[in-house]
Structures are given as C-alpha cells and as structure tokens.
C-alpha cells in the first residue's frame, strides 16, 4: 500500500449501523471493504479502492 496513493477511509464512526452506511456509501462508489461484517457493537469504518496489486 502507497499511502500518498492509495485511496482508502479508516475511522470510527457513532454506531455500528452508521459504520455500515459510511461503508455502503463508499462501496456505491467503487470502493471495496467489510460492509456488513462485525457485530452490533462494530464502529469502525474501513474501506479502500482496489489497484491492480490490491491482495485481498
């Protein structure tokens, strides 16, 4: 990962269900992460765009 590069948003959010939309939102933009995943106390938002010599 080049971090003056790559795009990607870590962060925590209020709540698990706004976790989940600040990660929906960012994936309707192409952006891929773990929307859904976790569990109902789950706050942090985590998601990245995909390069060519993104391993997932």
Do not use: P, W
Not at 30 to 36: L, M, Q, R, V
Request: glycine share 12%; aromatic share 12%; charged share 30%.
């Amino acid at each position: 990962m080049d971090r003056k590069e790559d795009d990607y948003i870590i962060c925590q959010s209020r709540s698990a269900h706004e976790a989940r939309a600040i990660e929906g939102y960012f994936q309707e933009l192409g952006a891929s992460g773990f929307n859904g995943g976790g569990n109902d106390t789950s706050s942090i938002v985590y998601a990245y765009r995909k390069r060519g010599y993104t391993i997932e």
